[in-house]
């Protein structure tokens, strides 16, 4: 799972790279894509290569109780009632599991 660094939102697969659905931002990110056969159905499972970017940083995963996570971070900006608001998020990635969670 890769995030958009201009946006936030989560990237998809169109095929050669990665694109954000929101900005259209494009990444250039190598994907291997892997045909597997099974017994009952054909599954196709892409795999996305990407460089881990953050920093390393002690954390607790909560979906596996690692303490190593990667950290990066996001601002977003808008407008509410003419006052216009700044917000930083943090998100972490397990250095295990690659679960990934936000904290304001």
Request: positive net charge; glycine residues 6%; contains cysteine.
């Amino acid at each position: 799972m890769k995030f958009c660094t201009d946006c936030g939102s989560i990237m998809i697969n169109d095929r050669e790279r990665l694109v954000c659905p929101r900005c259209g931002k494009r990444l250039n990110i190598p994907i291997v894509v892997e045909k597997k056969k099974n017994d009952e159905t054909d599954k196709i499972v892409s795999l996305i290569v990407e460089k881990v970017e953050g920093l390393k940083v002690n954390r607790l995963c909560p979906s596996c109780g690692h303490s190593e996570a990667y950290r990066m971070l996001s601002a977003s900006s808008g407008e509410h009632a003419g006052v216009k608001q700044e917000r930083s998020i943090e998100i972490y990635r397990c250095s295990k599991c690659a679960h990934v969670w936000t904290e304001n």
